[in-house]
């Protein structure tokens, strides 16, 4: 069994404050993919990492894929109110073990106060 | 360019009764999948198609719950007789074989079993 680990489970910060959430795993992904989820609605892909060692930008937002491609981190820089929400990381199977489904973690919890 | 759709939004039933949700992916997006979200969770997978074909569904997926894409276009999830345990918020997603398995979410039916 995959299992993606994701820490913290909660995060409660100023505006303005820089976090990192963590998504680790003893498997080897084939890709990861980052979604955000607000309260009632679908997750909404951010990222997608394929290569060990991978870093991705979007504005703000700073993606890294571990170099064993068991682990990832996303780092926000100077979060805002509107970063609010739950952030989940996922994994596609590596090692012939079902590049179908993704393996979701826990999520974490972000609350970005003004 | 119209996303992956859900129907219904909400669905509140009683013990015992059955339901069915619909969901149409992208439309050029051969592959779809169901997967389930409880409270403070990670979505679960259930099941996925390629196009027509059932290829993968989960041991959570118990008898009650059958899944159906007979055209190989838009998919439905019928759960017989329904439990409280079933309460949860299903979710659809859509992606192109292929393309790291990058899933693209609608925005989930809730299901409320009194």
């Known amino acids: 069994t995959q299992l993606l680990e994701q820490s913290p489970q909660f995060l409660s910060i100023q505006e303005g404050e820089n976090l990192t959430v963590y998504c680790n795993s003893s498997s080897v992904f084939s890709s990861l993919q980052w979604y955000r989820q607000e309260p009632g609605e679908g997750p909404v892909l951010l990222v997608t990492v394929v290569t060990g060692g991978e870093v991705k930008k979007l504005k703000r937002l700073t993606f890294q894929f571990g170099d064993a491609r068991k682990d990832s981190s996303l780092h926000i820089t100077a979060a805002q109110p509107g970063d609010t929400g739950l952030y989940l990381c996922a994994g596609a199977g590596a090692g012939g073990t079902s590049y179908g489904k993704l393996t979701f973690g826990q999520g974490t919890i972000l609350t970005v106060h003004p | ?114």
């Open chain 2, 1 to 114: 360019d119209t996303g992956v759709s859900q129907d219904p939004r909400h669905k509140i039933t009683k013990r015992g009764q059955n339901v069915t949700f619909r969901c149409d992916p992208i439309s050029e997006h051969n592959r779809l999948y169901w997967y389930r979200q409880t409270l403070g969770q990670g979505p679960e997978f259930l099941t996925y198609f390629q196009n027509e074909a059932q290829l993968e569904k989960s041991r959570l997926l118990s008898d009650r719950f059958s899944a159906e894409r007979p055209k190989g276009s838009f998919s439905t999830l019928e759960i017989q007789r329904t439990e409280q345990g079933d309460s949860a918020m299903y979710l659809c997603a859509s992606s192109l074989e292929g393309a790291y398995n990058e899933q693209f979410f609608g925005p989930g039916t809730r299901l409320t079993v009194l």
